[in-house]
């Protein structure tokens, strides 16, 4: 995956842009993670070829992350390293079954610097936990610059880093918004259904599409043309941890949209793939065969279809 390509030139690629960081959890686990990260690591698990704009420090972490990009296959172009800066960290706790965090500033991903040439790609993803530090937020802005067919914004609201007015400029100009109820709640307020609620989001923020997700009641789509799907995971799925299951369905969101898949096949898709990630500790997993199963069942899925 490692071209000549300078960074500038990223083709059809898909763009990832924020943190990377480590969840310790309460055993004493420490997991690589963060949005951004567990989103590019499964696109390149799944056989796309994302670019990943981040940053690290000059520490033993920041060796990790890019020794474990590497075996992953994963460009490190992207990946800038701030001298005696601080790799990400964030204290996972579970509360109810759901999980809580602390995260720490500032560390290396606030200072994410801008690419140099402007940067131009097929789609680019950013949640908006990157944008809390006034340095990240330039080098977000330059990549919106770059006027990405798609721009696929994940909402993030990690108290207390977020901002009412900077979550909304990051979904201005955006075509996808992925949130979940307690977003949405934030967001729009107000005594109307949930679902109502979200149609009139979509419709204020000039959305193409706009990714619902609920928990254990699953996850929706509902775009501007006025369609809307649903997909429900099974009862009786095994859970370990539900980190990452946000992020593992914006991935596959994010790959049908590349690949133009029907709206329907690829939500389904993403809530399997949700599903399977949650039976695992951290958001993503170091196993080829793992991913390869899942490929493979879409493989049969789409032949069967073709049928």
Request: with cysteine; aromatic share 6%; charged share 25%.
């Amino acid at each position: 995956m490692q071209g000549s390509k300078p960074v500038s030139d990223t083709d059809n690629r898909p763009v990832i842009f924020g943190e990377v960081l480590y969840d310790c959890f309460p055993d004493g686990e420490v997991v690589l993670g963060g949005a951004p990260f567990n989103v590019a690591w499964n696109l390149a698990a799944l056989g796309a070829e994302p670019l990943l704009i981040s940053r690290v420090g000059t520490d033993e972490e920041g060796d990790s992350v890019r020794n474990a990009m590497r075996v992953r296959g994963l460009d490190t172009r992207g990946l800038q390293v701030g001298a005696g800066e601080h790799t990400g960290r964030v204290q996972v706790t579970i509360e109810d079954g759901e999980p809580a965090y602390d995260i720490v500033h500032p560390v290396a991903w606030d200072a994410i610097e801008p690419q140099g040439p402007k940067v131009g790609c097929a789609l680019l993803y950013h949640g908006t936990l990157a944008l809390r530090d006034d340095r990240a937020r330039r080098a977000w802005r330059q990549l919106r610059r770059g006027q990405p067919e798609t721009v696929f914004v994940d909402v993030n609201l990690r108290p207390p880093w977020w901002r009412r007015h900077t979550v909304l400029e990051a979904i201005a100009g955006a075509h996808w918004v992925k949130l979940n109820r307690n977003e949405l709640d934030e967001l729009a307020p107000g005594g109307e259904p949930a679902g109502r609620r979200a149609r009139s989001f979509l419709a204020r923020h000039g959305l193409s599409g706009l990714v619902m997700t609920d928990g254990a009641d699953g996850a929706g789509i509902l775009t501007a043309a006025g369609e809307h799907w649903e997909a429900r995971p099974d009862a009786h799925i095994p859970v370990v941890d539900t980190v990452g299951a946000g992020d593992a369905l914006a991935a596959v969101v994010i790959l049908g949209l590349l690949r133009h898949w029907p709206l329907g096949a690829t939500l389904e898709r993403a809530q399997s793939f949700a599903s399977a990630i949650v039976g695992r500790r951290g958001a993503t997993v170091n196993e080829p065969d793992f991913y390869a199963d899942i490929m493979g069942q879409w493989s049969r899925e789409s032949r069967h279809l073709s049928r």
